[in-house]
């Protein structure tokens, strides 16, 4: 599947890049940072209050291949957070991967408008820490993983100085493919949860933008 994405990604930068050529269109990327808040539903996973926070912050980057309004790329967030309470203390932390292709609209001069989607790919890890438990401090942890695949839907306002630096803020949802299931194992045993989909994102983008001019021959 990587090696597909790849070759894809390859063929359609290169057939971007001949239509510019042609064209005489010169394409642009954009390299940011985000920071944010992820949202997550709620996980009881058998107690009478959820062991996960309901929101964590985010931190990541991205780069964006854009040929007049079409654009393709990838981004990356790292996620941080945790929830305390006096039955139980829990450490939600995980990454994301996007590979992003949208298109994108001028409103006046310097503010810009992008719709996106692709394929996206996230792996969370939750620790819950039972305050309460007696027994051997290395015992009285359980962690919960996560493996999810989605298809992200994606809003992204910017507003671009004159030097081609922007900020704008970026609104997410990501629609799970199957079910959003927390997997515990013990030994040779496997319990698994389902919770709803944890798939809202809300973040600041920061970066720069950069007009790739062809080479004169």
Not at 48 to 59: D, F, G, R
Not at 141 to 161: D, E, K, M
């Amino acid at each position: 599947m990587k090696r597909l994405m790849v070759i894809f990604l390859w063929t359609l930068a290169g057939a971007t890049g001949a239509w510019a050529q042609s064209a005489k269109i010169n394409p642009e990327v954009q390299f940011y940072l985000m920071g944010g808040m992820k949202g997550f539903a709620p996980k009881p996973f058998n107690r009478e209050e959820s062991v996960s926070p309901a929101w964590v912050p985010t931190l990541g980057a991205g780069a964006l291949y854009q040929l007049k309004h079409i654009q393709v790329g990838m981004e990356f967030n790292y996620l941080d957070g945790k929830k305390d309470t006096d039955e139980f203390g829990s450490i939600l932390t995980g990454i994301n991967a996007n590979i992003l292709a949208g298109y994108r609209w001028s409103i006046g001069s310097r503010a810009k408008l992008s719709l996106q989607t692709g394929f996206a790919y996230s792996l969370h890890h939750l620790a819950v820490t039972d305050n309460h438990y007696s027994g051997s401090d290395r015992l009285n942890t359980t962690v919960f993983h996560n493996l999810s695949v989605a298809v992200p839907v994606s809003l992204l306002i910017q507003r671009v100085s004159p030097s081609g630096l922007f900020t704008g803020l970026k609104v997410v949802y990501h629609v799970a493919v199957g079910a959003n299931s927390w997997r515990y194992m013990e030994g040779h045993q496997t319990e698994v949860y389902t919770s709803g989909v944890d798939g809202l994102f809300f973040q600041l983008v920061f970066g720069g933008l950069l007009t790739l001019k062809p080479q004169k021959g």
